[in-house]
Structures are given as structure tokens and as C-alpha cells.
């Protein structure tokens, strides 16, 4: 079957048709899951997909094994004309699910095939709804592939289309598409999303660890551009100090204790009264400062 329909013409495929009427229905026996249709999406022939799906339509709603429609391997090969066949039979082959749940936009974008993403989102609109068994959108699924433009056609596409929402939505782990842009260092898409007019992302959302998308930045141009856009540190990472937090907390304690303790010894006689007719205000300016100081390497 794959020889034939990646070499056949059309007229021979029509006189296999018309001598076997059940020719079509026995190649797709044999196709280990695959359709003719699927076949002929995979050597991008443009031309037996028109005669397919005028002899079988229903071809077109089919999942091979592994978990491709049609509609997928046109999506994820870049092949618009075929997308747009396919679409013109059935337009809610956009909305078929494949393996984890993936409908034909993902693989156009993991794939960065723009034009065909295009022509699905023109065709069903409500598909960047859609999630993955991950709870990933396909915003998710743009950063986390690094498809720059993806993410800007799918989030003017978004606003157009009242589906800013989806923007912030969370995946299992509980990241946002601006957790994942934040935690590959990707300034472009971090910048992007933050300068949205009449779009507010949230970017103090928390995943499933509490961490913020700020709690994940490394990049002091990324943090700047986070905090200038309201930004804070989760909750737990505000009130965790670190093993180093505690240990140098500890090691200030101690030197200021010990710094404490001569300057006591100083000031003082063995009887109790101050030394040199240091005056008590002298030494109660003293001591603050040492607490001052004390106290400020505690809120570090």
C-alpha cells in the first residue's frame, strides 16, 4: 500500500476503486493501523487525498496506533492544502485527540509549521482551549518548545478570540506558560507576555511547589522585568531561609554576642559602675547600635 499510493497516480487508484469496491477498506487491513488516508498524508500527495476522501470521508477521523489522525500528520508536516482538504470534509477533525491527548495544533506548533497553525486556529477558534493529559495548553507547549512566533500568533489570537484566561492557565504541575518561559531564561517570551496591552498575566501565580515565576529566574534582567510588573516571592521561599541563611545567621549571632560582651566588660568597673566616667547614655547608644546591627543580619 505505501508504494503504491507514495507512486500511484490517480487514475490507477480510481480503477483499483472501481474493479474492488472494498480495495480501499483491505489496504487498511494491512496498514498496521493506518488508513490510506494516512498514507497518502505521509507522502504529503495532495492529489489522492482529494480522490480518498471523495471515495472514503470517513477515513479522515481515524487515529493510526500511534496516535496520529490524518489531520495530525498534515499539522505536524506543514502541509496547508492538505490540512485545509481535510478540514473542508470534517471541520472538527481539530478537535480529534491523539496520543496524551494531543489535538493536530500541537504538533503544528511543537513543529513550528505557523501557516497550518494558522489555518486550524481559523477553523476552530475554541481549540487553544484544548488540553494535553499534562493539563498543557498549547501556550504551554509554544514556550516549552521555544516557538517565539507561536506564542505571539497564540496569544493576539487569545485576546481576539476572549480567551485571555487560557494564558494563565496551570498545568499539572501547577506552571503557567510564564513559569516555564521564566525557568528556561527565555527574556524574549517573558518580556513579551508582560507588555500585553489590556492583558494583565499573573505573575505571582504559584505551581505546585509554591514557587513564583520570579522564584525561578536566574537572570537579573528577567528578575528586574518581573518585579517591575508586581512580582513577589512565593510564600514558602519568603518565610524558608536556606541551610547558608541559617549558618551565616548563626556565625553573625555569635560575633556580635562576643563584640557585645567586651564592650560590656569595657565600659563597666568590677563594681558595677561605669569606667572612666563614661557617661550611661554613652553606653546605652552603645549597645543599640550593636542590636541594630544584629537585627539587620537577621532579616537578611
Known amino acids: 500500500m505505501e508504494k503504491f499510493l507514495a507512486a500511484g497516480s490517480i487514475d490507477e487508484l480510481n480503477d483499483l476503486i472501481e474493479r ?52 495530525h500528520i498534515a499539522a505536524a508536516k506543514g502541509d496547508v492544502e492538505i490540512a485545509r482538504e481535510l478540514l473542508g470534509v470534517y471541520p472538527h477533525l481539530c478537535s480529534v485527540k491523539g496520543v496524551e ?24 477558534p475554541e481549540s487553544v482551549q484544548e488540553t494535553t493529559a499534562q493539563e498543557e495548553t498549547v501556550l504551554h507547549l509554544a514556550v516549552k518548545y521555544n516557538r517565539v512566533d507561536a506564542v505571539h500568533v497564540l496569544v493576539e489570537h487569545m485576546k481576539d478570540y476572549n480567551c485571555a484566561s487560557v494564558i494563565d492557565q496551570k498545568d499539572n504541575e501547577g506552571n503557567t506558560a510564564l513559569h516555564l518561559a521564566v525557568a528556561a531564561q527565555n527574556f524574549e517570551v517573558v518580556n513579551f507576555m508582560l507588555h500585553q496591552p489590556h492583558v494583565v498575566v499573573d505573575v505571582n501565580a504559584c505551581d505546585k511547589n509554591g514557587r513564583t515565576p520570579l522564584d525561578l529566574s536566574r537572570r537579573e534582567v528577567i528578575r528586574s522585568i518581573l518585579t517591575r510588573a508586581g512580582a513577589r516571592h512565593g510564600t514558602l ?11 551565616d545567621t548563626l556565625i553573625v549571632a555569635a560575633l556580635i554576642a562576643s563584640i557585645t560582651y567586651q564592650t560590656l566588660r569595657y565600659l563597666f568597673s568590677d563594681n558595677g559602675m561605669v569606667k572612666n566616667g563614661c557617661e550611661k547614655e554613652t553606653f546605652i547608644l552603645s549597645l543599640l547600635s550593636f542590636l541594630i546591627v544584629f ?4 532579616q537578611k
Open 101 to 124: 491527548q494531543r489535538i493536530p495544533l500541537y504538533y503544528a506548533i511543537v513543529h513550528g509549521e505557523l501557516d497550518v497553525m494558522k489555518e486550524l486556529l481559523l477553523a476552530s
Open 237 to 247: 521561599n519568603r518565610r524558608r531561609y536556606s541551610e547558608g541563611d541559617i549558618r
Open 20 to 71: 474492488d469496491g472494498l480495495i480501499l477498506e483491505k489496504m487498511a487491513l494491512k496498514g498496521a493501523g493506518n488508513t490510506p488516508l494516512h498514507v497518502a498524508c505521509l507522502a504529503s500527495r495532495l492529489d489522492l487525498v482529494r480522490v480518498l476522501l471523495k471515495w472514503r470521508p470517513k477515513f479522515a477521523e481515524k487515529v493510526n496506533a500511534d496516535g496520529f489522525s490524518p489531520l
Open 295 to 298: 537585627f539587620f543580619f537577621l
